[in-house]
């Protein structure tokens, strides 16, 4: 089975995100004075091959663990559906 | 002592870092391909400021799987010399050989200026020799230099005498007015528990030929020489 993964990566709620914040003011220069707390993360799809859901989970997890995402400074979540 | 210096693709500094350790500390120097597998028997590994695979994903999270680092980091486990200057201090966070992260500069910016640093640690290699009281001019040239770990970490670092350099103005004197990045506590550099592993964001190897007009740089090499031949 294949299975495509559309995962977010988002930086720590506490930790200040300096491109979200630029952006954020810059939305007063449009008008769109409503809008504040841009944050900016990376959305990541791939593919991934396995015997079900709970496999391809786990192995989309692994790859955010060991590279897609460091936990340090990031959190991530992800959703997976069959192709 | 033998120096291997690691070039990745889009590494930039290891010609410099190759020529201060050569040219002016007459240090045995091999150049390592990031593909080698084995280390060829150096005893300390540099890992040089640059963009290694373009800053893809995060500032030296690729390179850390590259074919060498499993040898890097079994050296560095068995208490072996590794320095990481700039993207080589990324590449050894992001490898877990060093505590923490490097974040986005706080203002957003690529900044590259010479700045002021007071070396900390007094048991640590890299600063033991150097004088603790008086500050050192390195350039720094970064935009994902600002140190970031936990409370708990931090606290480490201090207890065991693991700050290797903190920013700071021209008297020495450690500030937030000093703190180029919005690093937490001024940390410009670090080293692990074992003392054997050091990283910093500044350039010494910028900063050692005195056609640069600068050889404090060079003080923070010879730190290291002179404790490791003592």
Redesign the interface.
């Known amino acids: 089975m294949k299975f495509k993964a559309d995962i977010d990566i988002m930086?720590l709620e506490a930790?200040?995100?300096?491109?979200g914040?630029?952006v954020s003011k810059s939305m007063d220069n449009l008008g769109l004075d409503v809008i504040s707390n841009v944050r900016i993360g990376k959305h990541i799809t791939l593919q991934v091959s396995a015997k079900s859901k709970e496999d391809a989970a786990e192995k989309v997890s692994q790859a955010c663990d060991k590279?897609?995402c460091?936990k340090?400074?990031e959190s991530y979540k992800f959703d997976l559906k069959e192709v | 002592m033998k120096f291997g210096v690691v070039t990745f693709p889009g590494s930039n500094c290891n010609q410099d870092m190759v020529y201060v350790l050569k040219e002016k500390l007459n240090q045995e120097v091999v150049e390592l391909w990031h593909k080698n597998t084995s280390i060829e028997g150096c005893d300390a590994i540099v890992l040089p400021g640059g963009f290694s695979y373009g800053d893809y994903l995060r500032s030296g999270a690729i390179a850390r799987f590259s074919p060498l680092m499993k040898e890097v980091i079994s050296h560095a486990q068995n208490g072996g010399i590794v320095i990481g200057v700039c993207n080589g201090f990324q590449i050894l966070c992001e490898s877990g050989l060093l505590p923490g992260a490097l974040l986005h500069n706080n203002n957003q910016k690529f900044i590259c200026k010479n700045v002021w640093l007071k070396a900390e640690s007094k048991t640590a290699r890299l600063t033991k020799n150097l004088h603790h009281d008086k500050a050192y001019k390195i350039p720094i040239a970064h935009g994902e230099g600002r140190y970031f770990a936990n409370e708990n970490i931090l606290k480490d670092l201090n207890d065991n005498d693991q700050i290797l350099f903190r920013y700071c103005n021209e008297a020495a004197e450690v500030s937030q007015d000093c703190n180029p990045n919005g690093s937490q506590e001024n940390i410009a550099g670090i080293c692990n528990k074992n003392k054997n592993v050091f990283g910093m964001m500044p350039h010494p190897e910028r900063a050692a030929d005195i056609s640069l007009g600068n050889t404090d740089g060079l003080s923070i090499f010879e730190s290291l020489l002179n404790t490791i031949t003592a």
């Open positions: 930086p930790l200040l995100d300096p491109q914040k630029a590279l897609l460091n340090i400074m």
